[in-house]
């Protein structure tokens, strides 16, 4: 079965930038997607189709997808980006979530 | 704009069946392709499965066995049925909206409910 990666916890200080990946096999031949999701919430869609952002999301999330890795992008990170992030990818009609990463903003 | 509510029992014992109902506002459900995604406490999201109005549907092969997705246009809900629960099958359901098709985004989700499974 398919499988993406991520790492399980990111730091970034306030202001800076914050990287997340996700990896999995060719992963960049198929579209990725991110998903935010603050304690106690649920999931909000933040990227989609690798790169395009849905209306609401701040312009500093971006996203890029090439090879094996897909990478989640916050510019300027703010206090209220701290979440959990998760990439998604479709495989076979079948919705693979990775298993998360812990973004916390020092 | 969309809206999904998850409404079931909160408590299921172990060897029974867990059902919720997920229901749809803002939006016709016969659509979009509708989802049930689950969250064990403190872990990350799993898929569980997906349908379409047709009858189209597909599960997570983990649990293909025991479970079944249907839809009813006639009252724009959908359900999740999962046959002889344990444990491990605690978690928040989510239902969501899968938006664009068959490898669409997921756009929209509910609010989630904690489903406990418990004697």
């Known amino acids: 079965s398919y499988e993406l990666t991520q790492p399980p916890s990111v730091s970034v200080s306030p202001g800076q930038t914050a990287s997340i990946t996700c990896s999995g096999d060719k992963l960049g031949g198929k579209s990725a997607y991110w998903y935010q999701q603050r304690a106690g919430q649920s999931p909000v869609l933040a990227i989609y189709?690798?790169?395009k952002r849905p209306s609401g999301i701040p312009e500093r999330f971006s996203g890029s997808n090439s090879g094996n890795t897909a990478t989640l992008t916050i510019s300027g990170t703010q206090a209220m980006d701290e979440a959990d992030y998760y990439c998604?990818?479709?495989?076979?009609?079948?919705?693979?979530f990775g298993g998360g990463t812990k973004l916390t903003v020092l | 704009q969309v809206q999904l509510q998850e409404s079931g029992p909160g408590l299921v014992k172990p060897a029974e069946t867990l059902s919720l109902t997920c229901t749809v506002s803002?939006?016709?459900?016969?659509?979009?392709?509708w989802s049930w995604i689950r969250q064990p406490p403190g872990k990350g999201l799993e898929w569980v499965g997906y349908s379409y109005y047709r009858g189209s549907t597909n599960y997570n092969p983990s649990l293909q066995s025991r479970v079944a997705i249907s839809i009813d246009t006639s009252k724009n809900q959908y359900s999740l049925k999962l046959t002889s629960v344990i444990a491990a099958d605690t978690a928040i359901y989510y239902c969501?909206?899968?938006?664009?098709?068959?490898?669409?985004?997921?756009?929209?989700w509910g609010q989630g409910t904690l489903v406990t499974v418990s004697s």
């Open positions: 969501a909206r899968v938006y664009g098709g068959i490898s669409g985004r997921i756009d929209s």
């Open positions: 189709q690798d790169n």
């Open positions: 803002g939006v016709s459900i016969s659509s979009y392709y």
């Open positions: 998604q990818a479709w495989d076979n009609s079948l919705v693979v």
